[in-house]
């Protein structure tokens, strides 16, 4: 049945990739393939659709880019649920015509999946409610260790401190974060992470996915700026260059982080996580790094560095971060207390180069014009108070007790099926599969066991990813990462 | 010196406004014309440049639209103070390279004049943070009158509240608002503005400046959706889908609101202040409406109604908003806690069709997932608690006090210069002028003695604006309202 689908669509198809992708891209949009329609594997693609292999490579590799098609390893290629694809109702004129307004940049099902990476299917919410469920994604945070009495008791705090201000309206400065906020980061950033900037160098965001949106709309010039970002990576992230119009490059991450070869040589801005790679969990190389800054200051690119959990190290002293004094004139550093603090605080900070500050900030006002004055000075004060440091080395050794727990049972336990790549940060590891592992049905298979655990794939742009699993500690305990690899076990061949 | 500049740029330019305009506008982006520079009156330039008035008039008005050039009545056209223009440093060549990466939209002077429609000279800031100033700005509120404490007590509740949550990704509907937030601001806005739906309906956003960022970004197709905005109207609110690439088409307001006869036939989005015009404050007639939602039915156009005051009527039962039944599926309705509570919370809300929904929720995860957790519960409880309402009937009569102290003043001391236009909702009210007044000098002269006032003037986008002052009571009492229209009387002629 697909397959006379397909046939009647190359029926006349030229051997030429641009026309064969925008009829199956076509055929995909219309709803002729219906979401989770299996595409034959390549080889048999080429021969029913009488083109190249190259050919069909190239068409399902740009599907794949654009979202029109998921491809899942070792189960194939399928159509990609799009948020046009499942009408609730028949669309009468007028809102077919209201419809049609709609940027429909937001309808691409690429940023659509990547907005929705942490989803898995919908019956699996409710086996996930249950007490004995064990939760192993990536970016999650165990918030009921945080101080919430302190906080109780500085909100309280701030709150008399507002009371006695006049009413007027924010200065650009104010519109940049609160003073004594920046101030803080800036101090709390110079210890942890060996960052030298001033208040001023620091815009104020609600929380990372913000700072990206706004260096995304600020350093984007639509449907021109080529922008790279890691391939596997952070999908919201590079949402938000697609958004505003980026043209995304996939690159590739090695042993010692982005593969520097890949870049294309046009490219305006790059994004990378170098601390701890998301989701791989590797650290960018100091060799890397250099060459990296290299490359920026040569092709006069611009290097977004995503620090989302730089604080948490358990290996000796903290590495820097790549935004340096000698790469201050190129570098957009992210940082973000929902990994050190608690996301649900949506506060975040961008630490941007003098010549771009006027325009952040204009963006910033224009976005939202400021964070919430409550949320910014309880932060501020949780900060210079030293709260937050303490905070941190509390949570870095629960989290190193997790970690080392982990790593213990892998190795002990997984060594024929699993090599844990090497992760110095943060709050998650990630482990390669050896050959010949379906590792999709094993994730899957757990969810009925009330095992939420992600596999690599969802991370990957690209056809052909690495097979792996990625186990988050941040929100699972060491009793439950005990069960919940117990249950991998199981799923696991004899 | 101008007039050989000018007559240089003509030399050679055919009788073109569109080569004109393209020259003009070269010679101040690139400096040659310099920020400040007051460009010769319509009739001379024509002369001078040897083109015919149309030609000239249409030439002003283009540069005008893109904010190129400001307009101040009585006194002249004159170039717009544009970002790039006052270069603290020179730029070396990497960081000219870098420049040049900007997104040049935030480069826009009319977008940068925009954001800052609310400055004055900056000398004058000084001079306000005197305790014997007035500020009669409007869009600003008494947060002297705040209940902080019972505020205090409602965040420090909502805290304890959240150290039982379990971690876990907000799901979609809590990317979407809090339920209880939501649920409570339907009903909320049922009984102030008769405005019914479900929590369904509804998406909480960081104030309404966040609703109107979000709504360009979902509604306008770069540099192919034609978006009508008020004029005069709310500067940011212009600058927000102007940053999404809206082609803004600026359409008159007259005594029953605007004026749509002006409205271009192919708009897509219209922006209007119904209840409320900012900054006329006159409230659209019933048969306004009535023509609006049918010319928006027939053409598949989107309204986009910001009730920033609604909550304020002095003067019977709340009108009905424009956000109707029979209306819901074109009106984006924009509401805000930052003049019924503290604009410090950044806290608004849109209510929007149910074709657009997905959409928005898409959208507003990729901005910033969803606005503090604490903040949602807190308002939400200030809400259901019914201090929101007894909060808004005590500022009712407070503003009505002022109103009531402002609008006496007007008739009694200012007849023969100031003709206050009707007004019956908020903190403000606008007068006209009588023939003759130069006001930006009257303006001027009032800062020197600390009464901060703002001229129609900076909320027309067009030449040739009506001549007038916005009387703004959010944040100047009756004592201070005496003081300041004392002072005014002195500045006018005897």
């Known amino acids: 049945m697909f397959e006379i689908d397909l046939e009647r669509l190359a029926k006349g198809a030229r051997e030429s990739s641009v026309t064969l992708h925008r009829q199956l891209k076509a055929a995909i949009v219309d709803g002729r393939l219906r979401p989770g329609t299996r595409l034959p594997p390549v080889r048999k693609a080429a021969r029913l659709l009488g083109v190249s292999r190259n050919t069909a490579v190239k068409v399902y590799e740009k599907l794949l880019t654009e979202g029109h098609v998921v491809a899942r390893r070792g189960s194939g290629t399928y159509v990609a649920a799009s948020a046009r694809a499942a009408p609730s109702r028949v669309a009468t004129g007028l809102t077919a015509k209201l419809e049609a307004r709609l940027n429909e940049v937001w309808l691409r099902p690429d940023l659509t999946a990547a907005m929705g990476f942490w989803r898995d299917r919908p019956e699996a919410a409710g086996l996930l409610a249950r007490s004995n469920s064990v939760d192993f994604r990536p970016a999650l945070i165990d918030s009921r260790l945080f101080p919430f009495d302190l906080f109780r008791r500085l909100v309280a705090r701030q709150l008399r401190g507002l009371e006695k201000q006049p009413p007027r309206f924010k200065s650009p400065q104010g519109n940049q974060g609160n003073y004594h906020l920046r101030d803080a980061i800036a101090k709390h950033i110079a210890l942890t992470r060996a960052v030298a900037c001033l208040p001023g160098d620091i815009v104020v965001t609600s929380g990372a996915q913000q700072a990206f949106d706004l260096l995304a709309r600020a350093l984007v010039k639509p449907n021109e700026t080529v922008v790279a970002i890691e391939n596997p990576g952070y999908p919201p992230m590079r949402a938000a260059f697609a958004a505003a ?49 290299e490359f920026a200051h040569k092709h006069g690119a611009i290097v977004v560095e995503d620090d989302y959990d730089g604080e948490f190290r358990y290996d000796g002293s903290p590495l820097q971060a790549l935004r340096a004094s000698d790469s201050a004139d190129v570098v957009f550093y992210v940082g973000t207390f929902s990994k050190c603090m608690l996301p649900a605080l949506r506060l975040g900070f961008i630490v941007a180069p003098r010549w771009a500050m006027q325009v952040l900030v204009v963006a910033k006002n224009c976005l939202d014009w400021h964070c919430p004055t409550l949320i910014q000075l309880a932060v501020a004060g949780f900060i210079t108070d030293g709260h937050l440091a303490r ?26 099926f699993l090599e844990p790549l090497p992760s110095f940060y943060g709050m998650h590891v990630a482990a390669v599969a050896r050959p ?58 004899k």
Chains 1, 2 share one sequence.
Do not use: W
């Not at 870095?396 to 002990?412: D, F, G, T, V």
């Open 245 to 293: 119009g980026a043209k995304l490059v996939p690159v590739g991450v090695d042993a010692e982080g982005l593969v520097l070869e890949q870049l294309p040589p046009d490219v305006g801005v790059i994004c990378v996580c170098p601390s701890h790679q998301f989701p791989l969990g590797i650290t960018m190389s100091a060799r890397r790094r250099k060459a990296l800054v």
């Open 391 to 416: 905070h941190v080395r509390k949570m870095r050794q629960i989290y190193q007790k997790r970690r080392l727990a982990l790593s213990a049972a892998l190795q002990r336990d997984f060594g024929e």
């Open 436 to 493: 010949g592992l379906n590792l999709e049905r094993v994730a899957d298979a757990l969810l009925d066991g009330h095992v939420k655990i992600h596999t690599l794939t969802r991370y990957y742009v690209t056809p052909r990813p690495r097979e792996g699993l990625v186990f988050g500690y941040g929100a699972a305990d060491v009793a439950q990462i005990e069960r919940g690899l117990g249950l991998l076990r199981k799923a696991l061949p």
